[in-house]
Each structure stands twice: as C-alpha cells, then as structure tokens.
C-alpha cells in the first residue's frame, strides 16, 4: 500500500513558465507544447477543465504568474519497506519564478531517505496519437527526466539520467482512472472539480510497479504497488487550501483513493472517497458527513502506532470507513505507517510528509484482507 500524506504546504507567490512562440508545433501528427524557465505572460490564461481532452496533455497552454500543474507518481514495494515519489510541475516554487521542476523522494528499506529537487532550462511535452512524453531538460548539467504515458492511460514509464540519479520507474494500471464524481475518461459528464480552483484527475488509483534506480551511488530496486495522478489550478496550492490528507491503499481485490482538502477559497471542507472491486468502482462519494440515506466515508488518523513525521500532526496511520446507508455495506481499512518518505518543512511547525505502510481491510462482517 502506498498513502501520500500532505500537510499545509507554504509556497511563495507563484507564476508558470508560457510555452515560447510556436511551441503548440505540429511533428508528424504529434503536437509539441513547450514551456521555458523563467517565461510568463501576463493577465489571466485559459485552464482546461475539459472531459473529454487528453489526460496526460497539458492542462495549461500559456502561464502567467499563478497557475500550476503536476503530474504525479509514486510506488510502495511489496513489503512496505521502500517507497519513492517523482512529480513533474510547471510552477513558481519556494520563490523561483516560472520554474520547471520535478523531484524525487525515496525511503529504502534500512530507513534512510533521499530527496532531489531539480530546476530545468525547459519542458516538452509531447502527444502523439499511442503517448504523450514530457521531457525536463537541464542543458548545463545534461540532466533529463522524462515520462512516457500511455494513451490508453494503461502504463507509464519514468526515465531519469542526471549527476545524482540514474532510473527506470514503470507502471501498469490494475484500476480504472477516473475524474473526482467517479466518471471515467470519454464521459462528457466526467468532472474534474476537486475544489475551488483545484482540478484533478486519477490516472491510476493502483498499478504494479517496477523501480530501478541508482540515488547518489545508492541502489534502490524493488517491486509494488503505487499510482500517478494530474493535478492543475489558476492559483497556487498555499491559495488553494490550508492543508490536505491524500492517500491510496490496496488490500486483496479492494484498492481505495481518499483526498480530503480545506479550501482557503471559501473555507469548506472537500472531501473524496472511492472504492473498486475487481477493476470496477463499488463506491463513490463526496461527502464525510453522517447520512441515512447517501454513501459517505469516514476517515481518521490514529495515534498508537511508531512511525510519524516531525510536524504538529503526530498520527501513525489511518483508518477509512466506506458507508452505504441504504444497502447497509461498510468497508472499513487500516493502514499503519512502516517507512517515511519524506518530510518537508514548510514552516515553525507545518510541513509535508509522505509515507508508506501495510493496509488490512475488507467488508465489515466479510474475509479481511492484507495488503
């Protein structure tokens, strides 16, 4: 099981690099969006919020000095002891306007961890009719990561080749993807609304994954679980939200994805539980309020266990209830934290952390499983 644990996140005022002049080029069917370190444009800039257009392509076609988006991996090795997370942005970070960054987190398995944020000269993104492939390139280090998605949203492949970290990261989707009210890729009633002003789609809620890499000389190789997500806003995550939970579970034939959020925008609370079976989506709500009559999760964070991060939330784990009211099902989930990824402070006393972990559950009153 993986869970992705993110606490408020503080970043400074925020801009995105524009794609230069005919960077929307046409190569042999394929399209070439191109956004450069540093370059802006000024006033307010169109966002994607779409069903129907590619999951992998650019959300963004030209950045001011707000928007933002990511493309999101991670993985969990069989035994919960490893764990890595990768992101690839487009976005103003901890003051670096227009920035074309990606990172990398991993914990091995003797409890060490290593971090790498880097800076690029400039970002493609590349969409053919069988792929889309982003490339970050940083000419004065010869560093180049790179994603390779398939269209079909089935398998991605991470290639990075730079001083500190040399890989191959890949992934096969075991779940359908899906937009935050369920719906799936070519539904037109599909909706990428998270929150105000923050969009999001789920790639792959659990895929097995295969990571090979060499982290400052170090080996990191293992297999597992893990998923890839997209997220994009006109503004950045420290005016989106005062803090989020996010996480992603898979126990026997049930895989989970929860994300709950406290929008800055308006002050509610946002929150998403989805449960597959087999493949298929069995439950799916976006409510955390008790009700007699509509499905809603429960989600909470016990205190009991060894492993947490250093920032105000002391919790070891989490546990989530999946309710059906009606047809009077629950699913209850418990996963307990074995490794942290990373923890990256933001603040005095907030910050992000990550980590991974075993996950047991079930249906209530069923065979519970371990992941």
């Known amino acids: 099981m993986l869970l992705k644990l993110l606490l ?14 005919g960077s929307n080029a046409y190569n042999y069917n394929c399209t070439i969006d191109r956004a450069v370190d540093g370059a802006l444009v000024n006033g307010s800039v169109p966002i994607d919020t779409s069903p129907m257009t590619a ?3 650019p959300k963004i076609a030209a950045f ?9 991996f991670d993985a969990v090795s069989d035994d919960a002891l490893a764990g890595i997370t990768i992101a690839f942005s ?3 970070i901890v003051g670096r306007p227009a920035a074309q960054r990606v990172y990398l987190f991993a914990a091995f398995p003797n409890g060490t961890t290593f971090s790498d944020i880097t800076y690029f ?8 009719r069988g792929s889309t492939v982003g490339t970050w390139t940083n000419v004065t280090t010869g560093s180049t990561w790179t994603f390779n998605a398939a269209t079909d949203l089935k398998s991605a492949k991470i290639t ?3 001083p500190r970290i040399k890989g191959v990261y890949t992934i ?3 779940s359908p993807p899906f937009f935050p009210n369920g719906k799936g890729p070519g539904d037109i009633e599909g909706d990428v609304f998270f929150s105000p002003l923050l969009y999001w789609q789920e790639t792959a809620a659990i895929g097995d994954v295969k990571a090979t890499f060499t982290l400052d000389g170090s080996q990191l190789e293992f297999r597992g679980v893990g998923g890839r997500e997209r997220n994009w806003m006109p503004i950045g995550w420290a005016q989106v939200s005062d803090g989020w939970h996010m996480s992603r579970g898979v126990a026997g034939p049930y895989i989970y994805v929860i994300w709950t959020l406290d929008s800055k925008i308006d002050g509610k609370k946002y929150d998403h539980f989805v449960l597959i079976k087999n493949k298929k989506i069995i439950f799916q709500s976006a409510s955390s309020e008790m009700s007699d009559t509509e499905k809603y999760g429960v989600y909470n964070f016990p205190i009991e266990g060894l492993i947490k991060g250093p920032f105000t939330d002391n919790s070891t784990g989490q546990g989530a209830d999946f309710i059906n009211p009606v047809s009077r099902e629950r699913w209850n989930f418990v996963m307990d934290n074995t490794q942290v990824v990373y923890s990256e402070r933001t603040g005095k006393l907030t910050g992000y952390n990550g980590f991974v972990g075993k996950v047991s559950g079930g249906k209530v009153g069923g065979k519970r499983y371990e992941g």
């Open 64 to 72: 001011n000095n707000t928007a933002i988006e990511d493309w999101s």
């Open 8 to 21: 408020p996140l503080a970043l400074s005022s925020l801009s995105i690099a524009s794609p230069m002049p």
């Open 172 to 174: 096969k989707s075991k």
């Open 90 to 92: 487009r976005g103003t």
């Open 160 to 162: 990075i080749d730079s």
């Open 121 to 128: 000269d400039f970002s493609t993104v590349k969409q053919c």
């Open 55 to 57: 999951w992998d392509g």
